[in-house]
């Protein structure tokens, strides 16, 4: 059954009027109209499911039908911390670790970050990402989308993981003998992790310096230079996939 996102769901309503966006992309674009059902969700857990009664200029009308329960969100809360990098291996590396079910995604700008963001291209450009965000949690059927926060430099990204109780580890090319591979088999599953991928020129030394004082761990993942969103999209399913819910937890 497909799925939308609404504002809100009243636990107690019988009907939903959904307007905007999410209802055009129903009627004009899925061509649904009365009699379809669908899933609504709050995007913060709350989901439903639906029938359309009427459809019109003013959004689509639908009949409660019952309350379903919200999926399990994985055992492991990752922050991908990806550098920025051109708009469209961007906009997949968000779609994609977005259906693999991070929780958080904290975009950066350090010393090799050819892309740059200015401030009157910022808020358009996350608003964006947060879009797909939303659209990835639709098609993985996730309770709540990942959140997508404003671009940080890397100072700050480290700073901001300063006080918090996190497995931290950063993806480093020229990373020699630790492999994600023995962190993942060698440590007990982390509940919360930081996760950090350089840009295409990678990261200086100083900078690796400076992440590991901060508490990261440089790991490799191999010999083979992966592209950014490639090493992005490859540590999070191996993570998920270790420590995360990429099974059916039945094994
Ligand atoms: N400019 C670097 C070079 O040519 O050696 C490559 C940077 S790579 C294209 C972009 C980012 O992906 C890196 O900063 C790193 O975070 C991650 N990455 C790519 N391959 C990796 C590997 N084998 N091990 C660990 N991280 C890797």
């Not at 991070?102 to 050819?114: E, H």
């Not at 940080?152 to 497995?167: D, S, T």
């Not at 440089?218 to 592209?227: E, F, K, M, T, W």
């Amino acid at each position: 059954m497909r799925r939308f996102f609404v504002e809100r769901i009243d636990p107690t309503g019988d009907t939903v009027r959904v307007s905007g966006a999410e209802a055009r992309h129903m009627t004009r674009v899925l061509r649904m109209g009365p009699g379809d059902r669908l899933v609504l969700m709050d995007g913060d857990g709350a989901r439903v499911q639906a029938v359309i009664r009427s459809a019109g200029k003013d959004g689509v009308v639908l009949a409660v039908e019952r309350t379903l329960e919200a999926p399990h969100a994985s055992p492991i809360a990752i922050t991908l911390c990806p550098s920025l990098i051109k708009s469209r291996p961007m906009d997949m590396l968000i779609q994609k670790v977005s259906e693999l079910g991070v929780d958080r995604i904290q975009p950066f700008a350090s010393s090799r970050t050819v892309v740059r963001l200015p401030e009157t291209r910022k808020d358009g450009r996350v608003r964006h990402w947060r879009e797909i965000a939303r659209n990835a949690a639709k098609q993985a059927d996730r309770a709540t989308p990942a959140r997508v926060d404003d671009p940080v430099g890397f100072e700050e990204l480290l700073k901001g993981w300063g006080q918090i109780e996190a497995a931290r580890l950063l993806l480093w090319e020229g990373e020699e003998t630790r492999d994600l591979k023995a962190v993942l088999k060698g440590t007990p599953p982390a509940k919360t992790l930081a996760a950090v991928v350089g840009p295409e020129g990678g990261f200086t030394r100083e900078e690796v310096a400076a992440a590991r004082k901060a508490g990261f761990v440089p790991v490799s993942l191999g010999r083979r230079i992966l592209r950014a969103e490639t090493a992005a999209l490859a540590i999070t399913a191996l993570v998920q996939y270790e420590w995360g819910d990429l099974s059916l937890g039945t094994s």
